[in-house]
């Protein structure tokens, strides 16, 4: 495998919740994401699923710096980002961008597509002379698929797919190494996801980039990785190859959650087993002790209540899975 | 995906029976903000267009009175003091005493049409002011949060907690007592100063709640990514995003505050003589109200029109900018 360009380690971020009006007291911590590790390999794409809460997007806003994570380090390139002085983590804010949710809300509604996909040159005004700037959006325009000559348009003139095409134009504007994708395509239509997504991949062959794709569709990011991590409760599950997730899952957890894709052969679905979780996610706020997913899991135990499960390679498991009884079960295709 | 070209195919039908004129240069690829957008549905509007008219018609008086009227509104003759209305004048230019004449025999017309200006000059002067204190104070504590935001929070509260007519009795008297007769700039800035000094903290805060919800904004926090500093992204990101609520606010207002320097005239603590309002003409006139009932008429006709012309204007902005409204 080609070096790793991103390594994250021990990763916490804890939101303090506060009561009181006048003096503020901290009454608990959201543990939005509580110890979260992982290598991103050059040219690679890692996925990283799981359900509304679970703390994926905190984990984007920590890899992009934009919120200070309790603990834990973010290395890019063997450099700790988190301790760099303000102009290094600026130069470094180049290498790795940021593809948003919501091709609505993250385009400047009062600024033409050529201010908005050229901003990055005025931030890092040493990327691309002043003369260079038109000429060189324009073709980042061309690369994502959209007409050059739209550069005077406002973003309310596009569709959803094309908003979103704009916004990797913007991300792609600095020639980064990494771009984080934080739900790219959830907000879009079902035909537009797929032309999004192709143009993702046709993007990472162009530039060799590493994506770090975060999304709660699992067809989606079947669809998109080479690798595949499962988030629940703000700690990663499992870890491993596509194959190893969709085929060899080991992880109860991932089990549910693939089992619960729906399939488009009728005589198949009625030979499918669905394994029906039980009761909501508990809130990170109080998070069970031990694993943390014992609450709903079928497989509970007494070790489960008081140790918690690492996230490691076991007899029973080829690739990294964060549970005491981990086996696998081919939940899609079992008969 | 053909929605560009639906947006500007509407553009152009909007345009078309508004603007058929031929001196139009094509417009091939025009872009549309919201400001754009704003300006295709007021034009649309009546509401709109009539007070634009109203409020164009009293911008020019303001600024050239002499266009309606060739007669002093300092000169008086007492021989024609208290004269009542010449509706004959109405119609012959030149000739004064269309409205009557003051207790000194001045003329009521002139006088009006010259007081405009104060009115003007007190509320555009007064309402800019507190935009520009009131918006980069609303940023600051917007933006910054915490500690600021929270001591100017306190601050300005200290002046919202006056009431607004109490607060400028005491500020004017104090600084140009009543018997005094202050120069004509000397008392116009102060009654200026006095309504920034009390109407900035209402301006900050409706910049600070619109500066709030625009930095959550998925864009702000995608200029953050690319490294933007916090100068850039208040000016380019933020400031255009959260400046509509205040100018609607704005526009309302200055309809207020010239009603407000009237009331003060009125009561003797704000503009005076030398100055011509029509504030200052509604004081006088209340003690001939039954002799001489049309010098009240005029002037209060009159103030009553702007400031109607400036809160529709404000209404209709205000509908233009909302697209939710739309």
Not at chain 1, 210 to 227: E, K, P, Q, T
Not at chain 1, 295 to 312: G, H, N, S, Y
Not at chain 2, 92 to 102: E, L
């Amino acid at each position: 495998m080609s070096e790793v360009i991103l390594e994250v380690r021990d990763l916490v971020k804890h939101f303090p919740i506060r009561q009181g009006i006048l003096f503020k007291r901290t009454i608990g911590q959201i543990k939005a994401v509580d110890g979260v590790s992982l290598d991103l390999h050059k040219g690679e794409t890692l996925g990283i699923v799981g359900e509304s809460g679970c703390g994926k997007s905190t984990l984007a806003k920590l890899l992009m710096n934009l919120e200070k994570p309790t603990s834990g380090e973010v290395r890019y390139q063997g450099r700790d980002v988190l301790r760099l002085n303000p102009a290094d983590q600026r130069r470094l804010r180049r290498n790795i961008q940021l593809v948003m949710q919501d091709p609505y809300t993250s385009l400047n509604p009062r600024m033409t597509v050529g201010d908005i996909v050229g901003e990055p040159y005025e931030i890092h005004p040493d990327v691309a002379p002043k003369g260079e700037r038109r000429r060189k959006v324009q073709e980042l325009l061309d690369v994502v698929g959209l007409n050059p000559e739209h550069i005077n348009r406002y973003p309310h003139q596009f569709s959803g797919g094309q908003r979103q095409r704009i916004g990797i134009a913007r991300a792609l504007a600095l020639k980064p190494e990494v771009i984080v994708c934080d739900e790219p395509v959830s907000a879009l239509d079902v035909s537009i996801q797929a032309q999004v997504m192709n143009l993702l991949d046709q993007l990472q062959n162009e530039f060799n980039l590493s994506y770090i794709f975060i999304a709660h569709d699992l067809s989606v990011v079947r669809h998109i990785a080479d690798r595949v991590g499962v988030m629940y409760l703000g700690k990663m599950v499992e870890v491993g190859t596509d194959d190893d997730i969709y085929i060899r899952p080991t992880h109860p957890y991932t089990q549910a959650l693939l089992s619960a894709v729906p399939v488009p052969d009728p005589t198949a679905r009625q030979r499918k087993a669905v394994i029906r979780l039980e009761g909501d996610v508990p809130s990170p706020a109080n998070p069970p002790s031990g694993c943390r997913f014992r609450t709903r899991c079928w497989k509970a135990q007494e070790i489960c209540a008081t140790e918690p499960p690492l996230l490691q390679i076991r007899p029973t498991s080829g690739h990294p899975s964060a549970c005491h009884f981990a086996q696998e079960k081919d939940v899609v295709h079992a008969g | 995906m053909s929605s560009p070209e639906v947006a500007t195919a509407t553009a152009e039908a909007a345009v078309a029976p508004v603007t058929p004129a031929p001196a139009e240069p094509p417009r091939k690829d025009k872009p549309r903000s919201l400001w754009t957008d704003a300006w295709y549905e007021l034009r649309r509007k009546p509401l709109f267009v009539i007070s634009a008219i109203m409020i164009t018609i009293f911008v020019l008086m303001a600024a050239f009175p002499w266009l309606f009227t060739s007669v002093s509104p300092t000169e008086a003759d007492l021989n024609r003091s208290l004269t009542p209305p010449d509706f004959g004048a109405w119609f012959q230019f030149g000739k004064g005493g269309q409205f009557g004449y003051d207790l000194q025999g001045a003329d009521v017309y002139a006088r009006t049409i010259y007081g405009a200006r104060a009115s003007i000059v007190v509320g555009l002067s007064a309402v800019i002011g507190n935009m520009l204190l009131g918006g980069f104070f609303g940023i600051l504590s917007g933006y910054l949060g915490g500690w600021t935001d929270a001591l100017l929070a306190r601050f300005g509260d200290i002046f919202l907690g006056l009431p607004f007519v109490l607060g400028a009795l005491v500020i004017l008297s104090t600084f140009a007592p009543v018997q005094s007769s202050p120069s004509a700039f000397r008392i116009t800035s102060l009654v200026i100063v006095t309504f920034i000094t009390l109407g900035w903290p209402s301006f900050a805060r409706i910049m600070r709640a619109a500066v709030l919800s625009t930095k959550q904004l998925d864009f702000v926090h995608a200029a953050q990514a690319l490294g933007a500093r916090p100068g850039r992204i208040i000016l380019r990101h933020v400031l255009p995003n959260a400046v509509a609520p205040m100018v609607v606010v704005g526009t309302i207002t200055l309809g207020a505050y010239i009603g407000a320097e009237a009331t003060l005239s009125f009561l003797g603590v704000g503009l005076r003589e030398p100055v011509v309002s029509w504030g200052i003409m509604i004081g006088e006139a209340r003690q001939l109200m039954e002799a001489a009932p049309y010098m009240m008429a005029f002037p209060a006709a009159f103030l009553a029109i702007a400031v109607l012309s400036f809160v529709m204007l404000g209404d209709a902005v205000r509908d233009a900018l909302d697209p939710k409204l739309r």
